[in-house]
Each structure stands twice: as C-alpha cells, then as structure tokens.
C-alpha cells in the first residue's frame, strides 16, 4: 500500500531556468574573476615564499599542497563551455556549488595535517614574509566565495545592517558555540542599550565571525575575575562614517610580551589534546583582521596588563564606493 500512495507524493518538477544573454554575460563575467583569483593564487603557491622557506616549514607545504586542486578548478573554468546557451544554467550552478563546497572546506583540509611541532616549526621561522603569504593567501579564499555565493543568491551581500541586531546575533552565535562544546557562556553587559547607534555596512556573517572569536577569547578571562564582557557601539569620534564596535573582557590583561604573537597565524599556546573546534589552531584573531579588512574596516587591540583587553572594532556606515555598492574590498594579493 505504502509503495503504492507514495507515487501520489512525487517532487514537482523543477523549473528550467531560461539562458539569457545577461545571464551569459553574468556567467562570463564570473569565470573570468575566478580564473584571475585562481591564477593569482597559483602564484602565489609557487613565487611568493623561497623553495627552501617552504620545504622547511611543513606548515607551508599543508597550503601550498592545495595547488593541484586549484588547478583542477583553474581547467574546469578555462575550458569549460559556459559562456555557451547549451550549457544549461543548472549545470552551471552545480559546478559553481561544488568550488564553493570545496573553498569551504580548504581550512579543514590545511588544519587536519597540522601537528604541534609544525605550529613550534613556524612560530620559529615566522617573518613578514611567511605572514603575507598567510594574508595574501586568505584574502583570495575569501574573495572567491565571495564571488561564488554572489553568483548563487539573489539578495546582495554587503549590504547596509542594524548594528545592534548584528551584535544580539553574535552573542546568540557565540552562546550557542560555546554550550555545544561544552564551554562555559559569559555575561554580555551592552553598555549603550537604550540609545540609537549608527548602522555598519558590512558582509553580516563576516562580522558575527569577528564577534565570536573576539567573544570566545574574552570568555574565560572574564569569567575567572567574575566580570562581563563589556560591549559599546557608537559613532568613531574622529570619523562619523564609521561605527565602533567597543568589547572590553576585564579580564587580567596579557603579558605585553605576546602582543605581536597574537597577530601571527597560526599561533597558539593550546596543544594537541587541547585542540577542538573552537580553539587551538590560531587563525582566530589574524582571520578577524583579513575579515574586518574585507569589509573595508579594521581591528585594534589594546592591552593593559592586570587590567584587561579591550578591542575596537571600526566598520563604515555606508557605502565607501557609492558606484559600486555592493563591492567589497576585492583586491587581489599576487
């Protein structure tokens, strides 16, 4: 019987979507960009760092190891009939869904080869040089799923948002991360709640990333001198087109010692055992600045040892290209 009502329950078919011209030229204009970004980092993989700097840093090789699956990706575009009306749009989101899954993936990926004397191996090789590749390198990744999910959703990205509801969403974010690993959640004291507060125009999920990870760093020092985790929002004193995000821990402070290690990816003071999703491998607080980069702001950290830290971070109000609105800063690192 079930076997039988279930054909009653078929899906409907899915509608074909009609291969216009501007889709085409939409399309073009894509693959071009990816072809450029995936050039941009093969060079990257192969010129920006000395052959014996990346055969005496594994950590380096667990990156430059992705260079065959990006030019997989490179061939797919190049030489692929996509600027074609027979190549059906279905097929074309399909690709573009599967560079996305795999540019989602590509941390994973570099983060499940590392070991802890890779991390010792680079903090003691590490350099201004070592330090652009990993910026160059990450700006490009998410220049790309930029670029990829700007194709596949309809609604635009960068787009003007309430700061206050991006802040309520970063501390839902955060709470519920924590609880599901098991962390303990802090106290949030929003110290302007009542008042009106600038918008940021911003990537919003780019910006809940930047929240949590500066959150889950304040937990634990602010939970250990039973203090909130203090959060201003407000207009930047010195540049009205930009909006302040304040997060302040309490906490203790750190030795003035670690302030530069802490820009450095890749480094941290957590061992294998400690590993886990939310912690150990050192990319929170350099990825928060390609992040805040990204969306044309910029982070700064303020230390006072025995005291606590405090973290400022600056988003623009509005549009800073008014011809372009929608574009965020795309630059690309060769």
């Known amino acids: 019987m079930f076997q039988r009502l279930s054909g009653f329950f078929k899906k409907a078919p899915v509608p074909i979507i009609k291969v216009t011209p501007e889709l085409l030229l939409k399309r073009e204009t894509l693959c071009n960009d990816l072809q450029q970004i995936y050039e941009t980092q093969l060079n990257l993989f192969a010129n920006a760092l000395p052959p014996d700097t990346v055969k005496n840093v594994p950590l380096i090789e667990h990156y430059t190891s992705l260079a065959d699956e990006y030019k997989r990706h490179l061939s797919e575009i190049k030489n692929g009939n996509y600027i074609s009306k027979e190549f059906t749009e279905e097929l074309f989101v399909d690709l ?8 989602v993936s590509e941390l994973e990926i570099i983060n499940s080869k ?10 003691e090789a590490y350099d201004k040089d070592i330090d652009r590749f990993f910026t160059d390198y990450h700006k490009n ?3 790309k799923s930029y670029l990829l999910k700007t194709y596949l959703y309809p609604d635009p990205l960068l787009t003007s948002q309430n700061s206050r509801l991006l802040l309520d969403e970063a501390i839902k974010t955060t709470s519920k991360m924590l609880s599901l690993n098991d962390y303990p959640i802090p106290k949030f004291n929003i110290m302007n709640s009542h008042s009106e507060v600038p918008s940021a ?7 809940v990333h930047i929240m949590f990870e500066l959150f889950k760093n304040a937990t634990i020092p602010s939970m250990v001198r039973n203090q909130p985790i203090q959060i201003g929002i407000y ?6 087109d930009l909006v302040v995000f ?7 402070g750190m030795p003035n010692s670690m302030l530069k290690k802490i820009w450095q990816f890749h480094y941290t003071t957590s061992n294998d055992n400690d590993r886990d999703v ?5 990319m929170g607080l350099p990825l928060c600045k390609v992040f805040a980069e990204f969306n044309y702001g910029s982070i700064k950290l303020v230390n006072i040892e ?9 988003l623009p109000t509005h549009a800073t290209n008014p011809e372009k609105p929608s574009e965020p800063a795309l630059d690309l690192y060769e």
């Open 114 to 123: 590392i070991q802890h004397s890779d991390l010792k191996n680079l903090d």
């Open 235 to 240: 207009s930047d004193v010195n540049n009205p």
């Open 141 to 143: 990744r998410i220049s």
């Open 246 to 252: 304040e997060i302040k821990d309490n906490g203790g």
């Open 201 to 207: 125009y911003c990537i919003s999920a780019h910006v």
């Open 96 to 103: 573009i869904n599967k560079q996305l899954d795999y540019t």
């Open 278 to 282: 939310i912690h150990g491998f050192g």
């Open 306 to 314: 025995d005291h606590g830290v405090t973290v400022y971070l600056k």
